[in-house]
Structure formats: structure tokens, C-alpha cells
């Protein structure tokens, strides 16, 4: 049965990246947990989906931080906003998350204003404790986020991330941990720092940032072809690939699962969402962009191609589809 990893906690119904809503995704039947992890200027790992603050917290409505809204370059992208980087956790929770995605989820935005921005070590604890209370062991699934920009700000979480997974016991090779980028340098250099699983992203378009920055001109989709899954099969045990590289819009399968498997990859492939905006066109159901579309066709579809674990906005969706697709 594929994994159901909880894409930055159960998004569809709590603000992302909030302990409410990684609870929930437990509570749910996820199998694992996924924060997104950048630093703040004490260097505290904490869960954002990237250093920029103003999509998914309060910190606009705080007149004190009107200052600190800046403009930085991120990956090659000049973006305005206020950055978790320049704050100090004191700082940052001050903060209140929101929801990121108001106009589709609109339900969501009931717990705006509700709940603190998590860090790692707080989600780690709940961790612990769902899976001493709930019988099973509840993983965990940090994703480096923008390794190559949060270097260049001195603030690297590499070195913070291997001794917070050190000192909760959970660096072995057998620990339910996996650790995930879309760069491809900063997994290396992990692969000889920490025995746990290591997972490869491979986005559906661009480059991985380390490598553009280093002037190698290989690509994501040159990272999906049969040799240099080899490589990475070097430092990974799996890959994470955009769905769309597994089976495209309104197509057939690709052979990434089978190169994959071939390679001795898994492949954990994300995301699934229930909403018809994140839906191809042949699954959509008639109605709004927030409503449901024919979501369990798009799971099943998945496990047919064999993919091993699957990132989920709505973990107890996944749960159930997975249960009706593998007992056909
Ligand atoms: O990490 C898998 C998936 O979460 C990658 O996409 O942008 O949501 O972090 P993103
Ligand atoms: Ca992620």
C-alpha cells in the first residue's frame, strides 16, 4: 500500500504547516508528516513552504514588522515580502498562521488567526505523541527548503536539521524519517552525514537551484532519465516527482515508476489534492474550482503505475481511496 504522506499537515482543512493541522493528518491515518523547514535568524528551523512570511501569516497586521518587509532575491526570483530569516523565533511567534489558499478554501480560513507558526522540534514532540497515543509510529518528512539561498544567507539547515533528528533518536537508517530537497548538492553532502532516507524532488519544469547556480545545465527532466536515476539512487533511496511527471494531464503513465523502480528508487509522488482546480480536465466535476472532482479515479490511477507513496492535501481522502484501490 502506498505511503500517505500529509502535505504540510492536512491543508485542505487547517491553515498549512500548523500543529492543528498536522494533528489532524494523524488523526486521519497519515502515515507520515511533511513540514517544510527554512531557518529564522537565530537559526531555529521552522515550518514555512518558504522564507517568504506574508502568504501564510498575520505578519502584515503587525505595524511593528512594516520595516522589515524587503525585497531578496530567491533562486533567481526578486520577490518583496517579509522573510522568516530575518525574524528571531521570538519574533515569529508573534505571528498568527493563515490560510494560503482563501478563495478554495474558504473553511479554512475559520482558524485564521488561530495557531502559531511550529518549529521543528514542536512538531517532532507531536510526533511522538500521536504515535504513543494512537498505537502506530507517526513519520516525519522535512523538506529542505531553498538550501542554496539559505547558505548564501549563512543560515544553512542541513547541519541544524541532522542534530535535531540526532538528539530525538531519530537518525538511524530504520528510523521513520525521510528527508526530502529539490536541490541536489545538500542531499549529498547529507547522504554522508545522516544514515536516514533521503528523497530526490524532481519539479515538472526548471532546474534544481544548486545546479543552476553552479553553471551545470542539467535539468529536471534530464534528472528523470534512466541514468541519472542511477545516480541519484548513489545518495537517495527514492525520488518525489510532481505527479504530472508520472502520468500527465489527461494521459497515459509515463516509464518513470518502472526507471524508477529499476534504479532501486521508490517514488513518492506529489500532490493530490480534492478540489477540480488541482484536478486534469477528465476529472473534474461540474461546479466550482473548490469542489470535489472525481479525486479516487486520480488515486487509483497512481496506484496502478506503482508509485509508493503519494503527498496529500487531504490525508483521510487518500486513506479511503487507497483502501477501495487496493481491494478491487
Ligand atoms: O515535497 C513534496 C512537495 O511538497 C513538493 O512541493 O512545493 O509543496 O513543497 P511543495
Ligand atoms: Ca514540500
Known amino acids: 500500500m502506498p505511503l500517505v504522506i500529509a502535505h504540510r ?3 485542505g482543512y487547517r491553515p498549512e504547516h500548523t500543529l492543528a493541522g498536522y494533528e489532524l493528518a494523524a488523526r486521519m491515518g497519515a502515515d507520515y508528516l511533511e513540514p517544510d523547514l527554512v531557518s529564522t535568524a537565530d537559526g531555529v528551523l521552522v515550518a514555512r513552504h518558504e522564507p517568504m512570511i506574508g502568504g501564510t501569516t498575520d505578519v502584515a497586521l503587525h ?29 515569529l511567534r508573534t505571528l498568527r498562521a493563515v490560510e494560503r489558499l482563501p478563495e478554495l478554501r474558504q473553511g479554512n480560513t475559520v482558524y485564521d488567526g488561530l495557531f502559531g507558526v511550529p518549529t521543528f522540534e514542536e ?44 538528539a530525538h533518536g531519530l537518525d538511524r537508517a530504520d528510523s521513520p524519517v525521510f528527508v526530502q530537497s529539490f536541490e541536489t548538492a ?19 519544469t526548471g532546474a534544481p537551484a544548486d545546479l543552476v547556480a553552479a553553471g551545470d545545465p542539467r535539468t529536471y527532466a534530464d534528472l528523470t532519465r534512466p541514468a541519472e536515476l542511477a545516480r541519484i539512487a ?24 518502472a526507471d524508477a523502480h529499476a534504479a532501486g528508487l521508490l517514488v513518492h509522488a506529489y500532490t493530490f489534492r480534492n478540489e ?8 473534474r466535476r461540474e461546479g466550482r474550482a473548490d469542489h470535489y472532482g472525481d479525486v479516487l479515479a486520480e488515486y487509483r490511477a497512481f496506484v496502478d503505475a506503482g508509485v509508493d507513496g503519494l503527498f496529500t492535501d487531504h490525508p483521510d481522502t487518500a486513506v479511503a481511496a487507497l483502501a477501495l484501490a487496493t481491494t478491487r
Not at 71 to 89: I, K
Open 186 to 204: 545538500n542531499l549529498r553532502a547529507l547522504h554522508d552525514q545522516l544514515p536516514v532516507r533521503l528523497i530526490q524532488l524532481l519539479d515538472a
Open 63 to 91: 505595524p511593528g514588522f512594516a520595516a522589515r518587509r524587503t525585497t531578496r532575491t530567491v533562486d533567481g526570483e526578486t520577490v518583496t515580502d517579509w522573510f522568516a530569516d530575518d525574524f528571531t523565533l521570538a519574533e
Open 123 to 166: 512538531i517532532l514532540e507531536l510526533r511522538a505523541r500521536l504515535s504513543r497515543e494512537l498505537g502506530r509510529e507517526i513519520g516525519v518528512y522535512p523538506e529542505t527548503k531553498n538550501p542554496t539561498y539559505l547558505a548564501g544567507r549563512g543560515l544553512a539547515c542541513e547541519p541544524t536539521l541532522v542534530a535535531v533528528l540526532r
Open 9 to 11: 499537515g492536512a491543508s
Open 234 to 257: 548513489g545518495y537517495a533511496a527514492g525520488i518525489g516527482p510532481a505527479k504530472q511527471l508520472v502520468i500527465p494531464p489527461d494521459a497515459g503513465p509515463t516509464s518513470l515508476v
Open 276 to 283: 477540480n482546480s488541482f484536478l486534469p480536465t477528465g476529472l
